[in-house]
C-alpha cells in the first residue's frame, strides 16, 4: 500500500465512522435494530448520505459507482461500517448483496450486468444467494446438492429446494445454484442461475421461525417447481458453479469477518464507556481487576482478528493461496467477536442486558456468525486436513 | 438419606419427569415459551396435573400443602422440573415464589402465614421480591440500599425505588426490603416488610426494555412514594433483613441452580438428539470426533454442577456454613449451564438456532444466570477473600 | 455414611493431615521430590511413622492390616496423602502398589496372598503393572495386545514386550497381562499374571528417557523372552484378564484423582499464601481482582472436583454401572488439577517459579495425568459414546 | 516493505530455515537442549556456520557485521531461528544480547561500542541485562528500584541487588540499571552502567534454584556492594534509565514473541508429524475429529500470533506509538505459544512426554514466557488502563 492509497483508506475510513456515529445509529436506535424491516424510504436516505459522504459502495468498482477498494484497503472501512447493523446498508455492502455484487464483477456478461449489478451496485434493488439445501445428511456437505437444472432447447428447468435465503424477503432477483452434471454429492456439476423474483415456477415461504433467532437476518425458503430460465441467465460457465461459489466464500468470509469486527468494536466500547464511568462515589468498574481483565481481553481478541483478517486479505489480493488463511480469520474472529460482545455483556451485567439494548442484539446476531457458512468444526476439519497434508509432503 | 427417603425422592423425580415431558412440554411449545405471559386458566391447568401427579410444591413444608423435601432431596426434583421453563410453574417452585415460601416458612407470624403463605403455597396468587435498586455506584454492593421505612405513630413510611424486580406484573404483594435505620452503605439495618398489590403510594412500572433481552424473565420497576404499612406487616424482625436476605439468597442460588441445571439437560438432550440421528447415508455428526468432544464436555459439566449443588445442599440441610459451598456452586453452574446451551446449540448448528426453538430461547435465558443475583466476579471475589482469610489464619 | 463412620473418616483425614505436614513435608524437601529415589530406609522410617499414626494402608482390609475404607472414605483420606507426593508412600497408597493389592484382595487365591499381598500390604516389597506395550497404531486401544501366554504341559511360557511401566525397579514381583487367546485386537482373550522379578526370560530397560519428563514416575520397560510361569501365578481366572484389567482401571482412575487432587490443594495453598503476604507496604497481591480470580477459580476447580470423584465412589462402593461417572471424574479432574496447578504458577510467577521448587515439580508431573492411562480424548469419546447410546434407547 | 528487500528477507529466512534443520538441531539433539551449557568451542561453530550462511547476527547493523533488518523484517527471521533453542545462539541474536545491542546501537558511545558492542555484535562475548530486583512488594512494579548509584567525585559508587539475571554466568560485563535520583518507587531517576564482570565489589550467585525450573534460562543473582564505576561506564545519559529500558522491553517483548514462535511451531510440527503417521493397520491420529481439533488450533494460534507481532513491528520501525501493540502481542503470544505445546503434548500423549524430548523442554520453557518481564497480569492491566483511558478522551 503506497502512501496515498493508505492516505485514501485511512480518509474513507473516518468518513465512514463519522457517518456511523451522526446518522445511522440513531437510526438504528429508533428501528429497533432490524436491518431487514426498514422502511424503504428510510434505507435510501442512509444511501444518500453515504454517497454524499463519498463511501457509497466502497467495494464496487469505479466503473459501478464504487470506491474499488481491494480487500486490504476495505477491511478498516467495513469494520467501521459493522459498527452499527444498519451500516452496510447505507453503504451498499451488506450481505448477501455485497458477495453478489462481488462475483457479477467478475462473472456477469455485459447485459447481465447492465441489467442486474448497475441497479444493484446503486442501490436501487437488492439481491439474495440460494446454495445451502434442506441436509438429508449431517449439513456437512456443502456438495450435497439437489436441486437440478436440466437442459432444454430452449434454456432450463430448474427443480428443487433452497433454506437459510438471506434477505429473499424484497429481493428483485436470486443467483442461484443449481446441479446441471454429476451425482447429488460429485464436487463438480454446479452451474449459478440468475432468477428474476416472481417467476413462474418460484416460490419462497418467508421467516420459518427465523425471527425468534433474530430480528435482523430474515431468511426464507425457495422452492423450484419447473422454473424456467433462458441461456442468457447463466452466471459465468456452465458446470463452473462450485469453483465460483469457493471464490464468493471467500471473499465474503473475510468481509463477514470485517463487518462482524465492528459489532464486537461496539460492544467493546459500551462496555469500556460503562466501566470509565465514576458513580456518585467516585468508584469505577474500570478499576477493579477482573473487569480489566475482560476489558484487556476484548482489545486482544479485536487486535488479533484484524491482524488474521488483514493477513487473509493481502494474499487475497495478491492472487496467492488463501483457503488456509480465510478458513483460520474465520474461525478465530467468529469466535473472538462471539467472547468480547459477551464479556461485554457480562461488564454491563443485568442493567446492560437491558438498558443497553444494542448488547442484547448484538449477542443474539453474533451468535449466528459461528454456525453461518457451516460449523466452525468444518473449518478446523479443512484447516487440520492441510497441515497434515502439508506433513505428508515433508514425510515423502 | 436413608433407603426410604432415596426411593421417595427418586419416585417423585420420576413423575416430574413424566409430567413434564408429557404434559408440560407441549403447553411450552403452544405458548412459545412465555411462562410470565400464561393465561391464568392454563397455568390452574398445569397445577392441577401437578397435583394429581404428587409432585405439588415439593420444596413446601406438609403443614402448607407441599412435600417437605429438604434441599438436597429437592435438587434432583427440581432439576427435572425445570426441564422445561414451565414446569416450576406447574410445581408452584418457580422464582420468584419458591423463595419467598422458603423465608415466610420461616419467618412470617401465624396472621402472615394464613394471609399469605396459605393462598401463595397453594398456588391461587404469585408474589415478588423487591430488593435491588437502582445502582448509583457500581452495583458490585448489596448494601447500597437507598429505599427507606420510617417509624410513625401507626407503622412504617416507605419512600424509594426498586428495579429489576421479576414478575411483579400479576403478583398480589411484594416482599420489600428497606432501611429502617443505619447510613445508605451500611451492612446493617433494613428490615423486610409485606407490601399489598394496589397500596397507595406504590406505583408499578412494567417492562423497562426487559422484552428486548428476554420472553420469560419479565421485569419491572417499584417505586414507593410516601406508602404506608401497619406494623404487622414487618416480616420477621425490624432491622434483621440483611440476614434474611442472606438467608433467602444462599437457598434461591441453589434452586436457581438445580432449575437451570434443567434446562442444560434438555440443551443437552436436544444437540444428543440430533447427533444420533442418522443421515440418508447412514452418517451421524455423532460419529465425528468434534461432536463426540462437545457432547462429553456437555455431560461432565452437568455432572460437576450436579456435583457442587449437592455438596452445598448437604451444608445447608446440615446447618453447618454454607456461604463457600453455594458461592462456588452457583458461579460454576452458571457458567456451565451456559457451556452446555452455547454447545447445544453448536452441535446443532443453523437449523438448531431455528427450527429448535427451545434451544434459541434457552441461549438467551440462561444468559442471564451469570449476572442474575450480582455479576459472578462478585461471588469470585467472596470466593477468593475467604480462601484468604483461611490463609491468615494459617499464618498467625 | 453413618455418623460413626464419618467421625473416623474425618479422625483419619485429620492424622493423615498431620502426619504430611509435620513428617512427609520435611523429607520430600531434603530429597528434592523424587518419590522413587528415596533410599529404603527413609522409605520404611516414613512407613513406620504412618503406622504409628494409624493411618497405614487405609485401603486395605483389616485382615491385611490395614483400615478397609471403602472408595468413598478414603477419598479425603487420599488427597491428605497426596499433599505430598511422598504421603502416598508413607502410607502404603501409592500407584501402582495400590491397584495391585486391590485387585489381589479380590482376585489372588490364600497362597498368591500369603506371598505376595501380605508383604506388599505391610510395606516389605514393592510391585508393578505391565500392561501398556509399544504401540503399533495409534495409541488409543487398550485391546492392542501383543504380548502371549503360551499353554504348556507345567504351566505358560510368556513372550512380548510392555512399556510405561510404573516403578519396576525394585519391585518384587509384578502383574503381567499376557493374551491367551484371540486375535492380536480381540476384547477378549487376557489373563493376568504374577511374575517374580529376576525371573529367567524377564529383561528390564529402564528409564527411556522417562527422567528428561519427570524426576516420579520412574518408568521401565519389561521384555519377556520364553519366560516361564507355573499355573498358580495365574491372578485369578483364564482369559478374564481384560475384565480385572478395567475393574482395576476403575479403582485407580479414581484414587489418582483423589491424590492429584492433593497436589492440587497444595499448589493452590502455596499460591494463597504468597497472595495473602504483604508486602513491606503492606499490599497484597491477593487485594488484586485478577489475582482473586484465579485463586476462586482454583477454589471452583479442586470443588468441581471432589464432588465428581465422590458421586463416583458411591456408586462403586455400591457395585452399580459406573464407567461413565469414572470416566468423567478423570476428565474434569485430570484437567482441572493441570489448570490449578499452572494458575498457582502463575500467582507465584518468576520468584514461584524456581523459589517454591514444588510448584515447579508439580507442574511437569500434573501434566502426565491428562496422558497417563490413554490421552483424555479416549475419555470423552467413550463418554459421548455413552450419551448417543442412551439418545438411541428414548429414540427406539 | 518493496519487493527487493521482501525477497531478500524470504531469503533470509529460507537460508536459516535450512542452518536450523541441518546443523542446529543435531547439536541441540546432542547436547541435551542446554543452550546455556553449550561448551565455547560448539558455540564458535554454529556461529560460523551462520556466517557462512549468510544469516549472522541478522538483527545488527551493518557497522557492526549484521544485517541491519528492521522489526517487521527480522519476524520470520527470528521465528526460523527459534525453531531450536539453539538456532538464536548460533545467529547470535538470544535473549539476552539481542536486547542489550539493541540498546548500545542506539545509545552507546564510540568508546563503547567499540569496546563492548562491536565484540558482542561478533560473537565474541556474552553479556547479561540486570534490572530485575528481589520484590519487597507484590512484585507487580517495574518502578521499585532500590540498587543505587551515588555519583562521587570520580565517578560513581553501586550498592543494591539483582536477580534472575539470565545469563550472567560468563557475561563479560552487565548493564546494570540503578537509581540515580529520586525515591525508590518513583518512576524516574534511573541510570544504565556498564559494569565489567570480576569488577570489585560485585558478586555473583549462580543458580539459586532455576536449574529446577528450566535446563535453559540459567539465572543469577548479582549483588554489588560499593562498585565504582567510572563516568565513561554510564550507558546514555543520567536518569534517563527508566526510558531506555522501556525502550529495550517494547523491542524485547517482541523479539520474544518471534523466538518463541518457532518453539510453537516446532512443536506443531512434531505433533502434526505424529498425527500423520500411519500404523501398522493405515489408521492416523490425524484421522481422528478431536486430535484435528488440537491441531487446527495450533494453526490458528501461530497464525494470530504472527500478525499480532507483525503489526506491532511496523508500529514500532514507524516509530509510531506501539506500547498497547506490543503488550497485546507479547500477552497474547505468551498464553498461544504455551497453548500450542501443551496441545502437541497432548496430541503425542505419553510417548510423546518421553521420547520426544524436545516436547518435554518446550513444555517447561514455554512456561517462563507467561511471567518472565512480569506476569502477563501487568499487561493485561496496562492494555485495560489505555482502553480506559481512551474512553476517557471520548467522554470529556
Same mark, same amino acid.
Given at each position: 500500500m503506497t502512501g496515498d492509497s493508505a492516505a485514501m483508506v485511512a480518509g474513507v475510513t473516518k468518513k465512514t465512522e463519522l457517518l456511523v456515529r451522526q446518522l445511522v445509529l440513531p437510526v438504528e436506535e429508533q428501528h429497533g435494530g432490524n436491518a431487514h424491516d426498514l422502511p424503504d424510504d428510510v434505507r435510501r436516505a442512509l444511501q444518500t448520505a453515504a454517497r454524499t459522504a463519498g463511501v457509497f459502495a466502497p467495494q464496487v468498482g469505479a466503473a459501478f459507482g464504487g470506491l474499488g477498494l481491494n480487500m486490504r484497503d476495505r477491511a478498516p472501512v467495513f469494520e467501521a461500517s459493522g459498527y452499527s447493523l444498519f451500516g452496510p446498508v447505507a453503504q451498499n455492502c451488506a450481505a448477501p448483496d455485497e458477495g453478489n455484487m462481488h462475483l457479477m464483477e467478475r462473472l456477469a456478461s455485459p447485459d447481465q450486468q447492465l441489467r442486474y449489478l448497475v441497479p444493484l451496485a446503486a442501490g436501487r434493488i437488492r439481491s439474495c444467494f440460494a446454495m445451502t +439445501?434442506?441436509?438429508? !445428511?449431517?449439513?456437512?456437505?456443502?456438495?450435497? @446438492?439437489?436441486t437440478t437444472a436440466e437442459k432444454t432447447s430452449y434454456g432450463w428447468v430448474i427443480n428443487g429446494r433452497k433454506w437459510f435465503?438471506? !434477505?429473499?424477503?424484497?429481493?428483485?432477483f436470486a443467483i442461484v445454484v443449481a446441479r446441471t452434471s454429476g451425482e447429488p454429492d460429485s464436487r463438480s456439476g454446479a452451474t449459478m442461475f440468475l432468477v428474476d423474483a416472481g417467476s413462474p415456477g418460484l416460490r419462497v415461504q418467508h421467516d420459518r421461525g427465523a425471527h425468534r433467532t433474530t430480528t435482523f437476518a430474515r431468511e426464507s425458503e425457495l422452492i423450484f417447481e419447473n422454473l424456467e430460465v433462458s441461456?442468457?441467465?447463466? @452466471? !459465468? +460457465?456452465?458446470?463452473?458453479g462450485f469453483d465460483y461459489a469457493q471464490t464468493r466464500l471467500w471473499n465474503t468470509r473475510l468481509t463477514n469477518c470485517m463487518r462482524w469486527l465492528g459489532s464486537a468494536r461496539r460492544a467493546a466500547d459500551i462496555a469500556v464507556a460503562r466501566a470509565a464511568n465514576p458513580s456518585s462515589s467516585g468508584d469505577r468498574l474500570g478499576d477493579l481487576g477482573m473487569v480489566q481483565h475482560l476489558i484487556a481481553d476484548n482489545e486482544i481478541d479485536i487486535a488479533a482478528s484484524r491482524g488474521l483478517v488483514e493477513r487473509a486479505c493481502l494474499l487475497l489480493d495478491a492472487g496467492e493461496p488463501s483457503a488456509q488463511a480465510t478458513a483460520i480469520a474465520k474461525t478465530f474472529v467468529a469466535e473472538a467477536v462471539g467472547r468480547v460482545v459477551d464479556r461485554s455483556l457480562q461488564i454491563c451485567s443485568a442493567p446492560g442486558n437491558t438498558e443497553d439494548a444494542p448488547l442484547s442484539w448484538l449477542y443474539r446476531e453474533v451468535r449466528l456468525f459461528r454456525v453461518d457458512?457451516?460449523?466452525l468444526e468444518t473449518q478446523r476439519w479443512a484447516i487440520a486436513r492441510r497441515a497434515l497434508r502439508a506433513a505428508d509432503g515433508r514425510v515423502s
Open positions: +439445501e434442506p441436509m438429508p !445428511g449431517n449439513g456437512f456437505d456443502p456438495s450435497a @446438492l439437489h435465503v438471506t !434477505g429473499a424477503d424484497g429481493s428483485a441461456d442468457d441467465m447463466v @452466471l !459465468g +460457465e456452465v458446470d463452473r457458512d457451516g460449523p
